[in-house]
């Protein structure tokens, strides 16, 4: 075989020929940004207690409970505020005391200088982790769906979505899972606006509408982000503006909450999409035109466990 060279001899000997195959389960670990969930061990997100923080984290457990009597249908809160203002710093309360009830589906925290998730590569693959691990009867057909396509993730979002959280997602919904008001459904997408590109940050709205617009997933999902214009656009303009509803931090911590009123007819009036507009009192001598239902975060607090203190 080799011009002037000797003829090895070999004497006995076993050779064998290792190839490592992965799994479906380890090549979505290899696609998942684990800095990207709430909990992860690199996070360094300084605590920020203003007046609004407690009555903030109430607001939003009454949406996560279903109990805002004016805005049952929004199947999404966009709660936006002003860089600095504290939203991931409550957003991660929420999805403590969340995951604590068992009611966290999902986390997805996007970061400027963290490359893994300056962008929406991993995201679809971060959030059908998760579910997988929340959900232990979903791992099944996710493993599934990448040992039968292992390119997936070089796919478009929407087939990514279609194939590794809708699938999945929707076997647990026939089977009667989300049946209970105790299920882990809420999907948490902070810092939207720190996504690598308008364009993808807008990508991201689409596809979360198609989880309720194209496959009606029983889900919740809450979203922070700057108010900036193009996403402000995303969720007035297109399909999103039906199923969601908003709150807002000011650059003086005033909570506002922009309720949303919904509109059987399919047929658009001159009163679609209008809003209305309520500050509640967060620091004093505050003025506020609605006041919170009396005992409201009382019963919120009581209802689950993990509440700080009033």
Known sequence: MFSN???????GGTFSVISHHLGGFERLEKAVAPSA??????????????PHTRITVDKIMEWVSGLWEEDRKAAILWFYGPAGAGKSTITRKIAELCDLNKLLLATFFFARSDPSRNNPKSLVATIAYQIAINITETRRKVVAAIERDPLIFNRSLEAQV?????DPLRERLEAGYFNTSISRRLIIIDGLDKCDTPAAQCKVLDVISLLLQKYHLPVLILITSRP??????????RFLCKYHTTL????????AISLRYFHAAQGSSSDEGRYSTYLYKSLPGNSCTHQPRAGSGDNIRNRYIGFPAA
């Open 248 to 255: 807002g931090l000011d650059d003086t911590y005033q909570l």
């Open 228 to 237: 900036k214009r193009h996403i402000t656009h995303s969720f007035d303009a």
């Open 162 to 166: 279609a194939a590794l959280v809708v």
């Open 37 to 50: 969930f709430h909990d992860a061990g690199n996070t360094f997100d300084p605590p920020k207690r203003h």
């Open 5 to 11: 060279s000797i003829k090895p001899i070999i004497n």
